[in-house]
């Protein structure tokens, strides 16, 4: 624990805003699932009492707790009681491999962790038995460790702590690992709350949500929780994705808002019962993770409506810019491409590989700073130092600034493809091949090439029943891009790989290409 004493600019923390929260709306409906439902006064109550019990068996300020869960009520309210007596928390992504949860582990030099048995009783029972845990607290009674919610209902009455200076450690959260091994991104207090609030400030929530929450709300889907009771609403959780059962819930439920990634919101277009469900109570629908075809951004402003909004953010800084419903206009298709301007508590520059602010119109890395980034990469100095070079949280996304201030990421710095001496950018040519109609998703990534050093190659996905020739798209991309980005070859393919956060795994994609050929792949 860091000793500091308290400034008259500190504000409330994450966990001061949740029980503000909980005991301004007591009879309000926090959490529904199918099958059941707990109160805002329910929610107060357990945290209380979870506290009480985590206590009781051993958890002290400062200690280190990893949670592996689906999306559970009684999982949030776990964090969150966690987080309010001071304990370093980390969210073990629900599809992850067992290998990297058991890394994860390690690395974090978990003292405990909490499983969701119902989701992950094999797999909480290998990690209890492989990671040498000091204590292990499940959510329902099983063969291995001690029944939480057992031992909160024990407990009887109590009332929440917080325990948590500003300063103090909260979490680490692990990037996706898409550009290589993952790392722990570290936060303290302060930041959670900023998150909170710049969410608050700058997207579009309706006065009172119901949110359906359909991706982990251990990770971004949950920084969408605290703002939403915040407001009164209610969080509707689903533990998958399924498309049949989003839309009738949506229908059913009266939903006014939702969080999903690029390839949920393409099964949804595509799917037969879009056309005959009344989406007509759904207000917002945020998009991120990754980029969205724009051809595809039309379709669902024609078939869904004028809901959309994209967030864009990283696990070491979020938010950092959003494109909101406006700016979603069929007369203005250009700013389709954009990440929107930055939120209100975000710096963004565009710099050159010498930390050097770029010309107007060409493309630089997008650098940050602002209350939301992180803290460091947990036990990695080095790569801290190089991600925070001369003050700025260095994102590896190039973008281009164009009019008003929207940024249009052209692609991920260790994405760019060079071909012939020339730079292209794969964000671009996926934008073109999904234009046409035959394709559902697209890939681009640099494959060896004895005459053109990477030659740019496209694994497409065609929409069902639909078929298109090679050919056609690599002319398509010579007539919109220029032959430099056209695609020397084309592969088509009935899925892409995609990492446990929904994006396109192109690392597994270059991995079969380039095997043996003494360059990394990530």
Same mark, same amino acid.
């Given at each position: ?89 980390? !969210? ?6 067992? #290998?990297?949860?058991?890394?994860? @582990? $390690? /690395? *974090?030099?978990?003292? &405990? ?12 029972g290998e990690l209890a038995a492989q990671a040498g845990l000091r ?31 500003p300063d103090d450690p909260a979490f680490v959260a692990y990037t ?9 991104? !570290? ?6 709350? #900023?998150?909170?609030?710049?969410? @608050? $400030? /700058? *997207?579009?929530?309706? &006065? ?80 991120? #993770? ?233």
């Amino acid at each position: 624990m860091i000793e500091t004493q308290p400034r008259l600019a500190d504000g409330p923390s994450s966990m001061e805003l949740t029980l503000r929260a909980l005991q301004r709306f007591p009879t309000r409906t926090a959490f529904a699932w199918d099958g059941g439902a707990l109160s805002y006064a329910g929610a107060f109550e357990l945290i209380a009492r979870m506290q009480a019990a985590m206590q009781a068996a051993g958890l002290r300020h400062g200690m280190h707790l990893g949670l592996l869960a689906a999306n559970r009520a009684e999982a949030w309210c776990a964090g969150t009681a966690a987080q309010g007596l001071g304990l370093v928390t980390t !969210f073990l992504h629900p599809l992850g491999s067992f #290998a990297d949860h058991l890394e994860q @582990l $390690a /690395d *974090f030099a978990m003292d &405990a962790l909490i499983v969701d048995l119902p989701a992950y009783r094999d797999r909480g029972g290998e990690l209890a038995a492989q990671a040498g845990l000091r204590i292990v607290l499940t959510l329902g009674r099983g063969e291995f460790g001690t029944d939480l919610l057992a031992a909160a209902e024990a407990v009887g009455t109590a009332t929440p702590r917080n325990l948590a200076a500003p300063d103090d450690p909260a979490f680490v959260a692990y990037t996706g690992g898409t550009t290589g091994k993952s790392k722990g991104v !570290f936060r303290r207090h302060r930041a959670t709350a #900023a998150i909170t609030q710049s969410i @608050l $400030a /700058d *997207f579009e929530f309706p &006065a009172t949500p119901r949110y359906l929450a359909v991706a982990p709300i251990t990770h971004v889907a949950g920084t969408k929780v605290l703002p939403s009771l915040l407001l009164g609403g209610t969080i509707h959780l689903q533990t998958r994705f399924d498309p049949e059962h989003v839309l009738l819930t949506i229908a059913r439920q009266r939903i006014n808002m939702t969080l999903m990634v690029p390839t949920m919101i393409y099964i949804l277009l595509d799917h037969p019962a879009l056309s005959h469900t009344d989406l007509s109570s759904l207000e917002l629908l945020l998009y991120g #993770a990754s980029p969205m075809s724009p051809t595809r951004l039309m379709e669902g402003l024609e078939q869904i409506g004028p809901v959309f909004s994209q967030l864009y953010g990283q696990t070491e800084c979020y938010p950092i810019s959003v494109l909101r419903k406006s700016d979603h206009r069929a007369d203005h298709p250009e700013r389709f491409a954009s990440c929107g301007v930055p939120v209100a508590n975000c710096q963004v520059a565009l710099l050159d590989d010498n930390n050097n602010a770029v010309a107007p119109g060409e493309a630089g890395e997008i650098c940050v700073r602002g209350s939301p980034a992180m803290d460091s990469y947990w036990n990695r100095p080095a790569e801290t130092e190089i991600a925070t070079a001369g003050g700025w949280l260095h994102t590896g996304d190039i973008a281009r600034a164009g009019d008003g201030g929207y940024l249009f990421i052209v692609d991920r710095k260790k994405d760019m493809i060079i071909t012939g001496g020339f730079n292209v950018y794969p964000r671009e040519v996926e934008d073109v091949l999904t234009s046409h109609e035959a394709v559902a998703m697209a890939a681009v990534i640099g494959v060896p090439d004895s005459k053109w050093g990477e030659a740019v190659t496209a694994l497409i996905v065609c929409r069902p029943d639909a078929t298109v020739a090679p050919e056609t798209l690599i002319q398509l991309v010579k007539n919109r891009k220029g032959a430099q980005h056209a695609p020397k070859r084309v592969e088509f393919v009935a899925s892409l790989p995609l990492t446990a956060v929904g994006k396109v795994d192109k690392k597994a994609l270059r991995a079969q290409f380039w095997a043996g050929q003494g360059r990394m792949v990530g």
